[in-house]
């Protein structure tokens, strides 16, 4: 059985036990802070992204996001295989949102017997519980393009969801990481916007409120469309400096499904920048292919 090592980028918001346990290195994205001229990386240290959060509540202009470059991807690719991996497999931020997967694509092609990279369609907690999956088929003894066809397939049969409100859609506006349609732009400031994210990876809103707890009931409507109430998922509860009300969701969520795994997470510098504090939602594995 190949030795395979599982790379996500920084924006998968893996819960960091999960690190060490599913043997996942991350790769970072970075933030540029234009008005000061510094950068930094988007690491999965929860000091550093509370930090960050706090930057964002008080800045006044937005800082810049950029992928991982192709060089930055081979070196990660080389590491692994000088430590003894056979194989490498690797999930990357939805392809619509971010250039990370041609990124990782371009990088792969040196090594095309021996990695291969998945555009998840998904982002944030999502690609959490899709690395666990593939942890999950690795040890089943499958290769890295096995697991590649076989995650695909799942994802068509919508085994894997994201679903989470913001409370300020302007930092979503100003980073045209939205569809601008009608209905939905101007005068949501003081809204929650629920949005989940569709077959082709990108980020649709649906739904609007004037508190958190129709929010959550929007996602639950949403993911009801998906999955049944009664259902069998693993959970990666995702926030941007709102666990309170990730918390509360939780709850609502255990009682509509039979959950079998449930990790909280906080949403990393990226993804915050996009999003802004406020933001809470989950990513969600549907179990009943197992």
């Known amino acids: 059985m190949s030795k395979i090592k599982l790379i996500l980028d920084s924006t998968g918001d893996i819960p960091l036990n999960w690190v060490k346990k599913l043997d996942v290195d991350n790769i970072p994205l970075h933030v540029l802070w234009e008005d000061n001229n510094t950068s930094e990386d988007d690491i999965r240290d929860f000091e550093s992204i509370k930090n960050y959060w706090d930057k964002l509540e008080t800045c006044e202009a937005l800082p810049k996001t950029s992928q991982p470059t192709p060089v930055e991807f081979k ?19 939805s392809s619509a949102m971010s250039g990370t997967f041609n990124s990782a694509e371009i990088a792969s ?19 959490a519980v899709v690395i666990r999956r593939a942890r999950e088929l690795a040890e089943m003894g499958k290769d890295v393009f096995e697991i590649k066809e076989i995650i695909q397939r799942e994802r068509s049969e919508h085994r894997f969801g994201a679903y989470f409100y913001v409370s300020n859609f302007n930092f979503l506006v100003k980073g045209g990481r939205v569809s601008k349609f009608a209905g939905f732009v101007g005068g949501l400031l003081n809204l929650r916007v629920s949005i989940f994210i569709d077959d082709n990876g990108n980020m649709i809103p649906f739904g609007k409120s004037r508190g958190s707890k129709k929010a959550q009931k929007n996602l639950l409507a ?11 998922i693993v959970l990666t509860m995702v926030n941007s400096d709102n666990m309170e ?12 499904y039979d959950v079998k795994e449930i990790e909280f997470t906080p949403m990393g510098k990226v993804i915050s920048s996009h999003v802004g504090p406020g933001t809470a939602g989950f990513g969600v ?6």
């Open 109 to 127: 092609r040196e090594y095309s017997d021996k990695v291969a990279v998945f555009d998840s369609r998904l982002a944030s907690a999502a690609n």
């Open 245 to 256: 009300e990730a918390e509360e969701l939780a709850e609502l969520l255990k009682k509509k």
């Open 75 to 93: 070196n990660l690719f080389e590491k692994a295989f000088s430590e003894g991996y056979d194989q490498i497999f690797v999930v990357c931020l």
């Open 222 to 232: 949403e993911l009801k469309k998906m999955i049944p109430e009664g259902e069998s």
């Open 285 to 290: 594995e549907w179990l009943r292919n197992s």
